[in-house]
């Protein structure tokens, strides 16, 4: 059973950087052709794709907010993280991390993702 737990702050001011990161148990993100991604929905509105990165470390991002964010990882620690700069509070949104079984560069449904962490929420706010 793969789990997946994300961990950062809750809370971050406007115009600084959000920074998450997605612990993974019972299953390696080397794994191929897995996937990993960051998805988060903000408040009254749908889920949003955000963009992941593959077994091999490919990564690929969502259009829009591609020239805000970046996804690294640390394979000996089995993490993958999220940094999203210049937040405004339109970024309000509760954050998941989530496995896709099947690599595929490009625009992700939340359908495709098997495994899901709990979400945490992210409140940008002064």
């Known amino acids: 059973q793969v789990q997946l737990q994300e961990s950062g702050p809750g809370l971050v001011k406007p115009s600084q950087a959000l920074s998450l990161t997605c612990t993974v148990s019972g299953g390696s993100i080397t794994t191929r052709p897995s996937a990993w991604s960051w998805i988060r929905q903000p408040p009254g509105k749908g889920l949003e794709w955000m963009g992941g990165i593959a077994y091999d470390g490919s990564t690929y991002y969502r259009p829009s907010l591609k020239s805000r964010t970046s996804i690294s990882r640390d394979t000996s620690k089995n993490q993958f993280s999220l940094q999203l700069s210049s937040v405004t509070p339109e970024d309000t949104a509760v954050y998941y991390c989530?496995?896709?079984?099947?690599?595929?560069?490009?625009?992700?449904?939340?359908?495709?993702?098997?495994?899901w962490g709990q979400g945490t929420q992210v409140t940008v706010s002064s």
């Open positions: 989530a496995r896709d079984p099947y690599y595929y560069p490009g625009e992700n449904s939340p359908d495709e993702f098997d495994y």
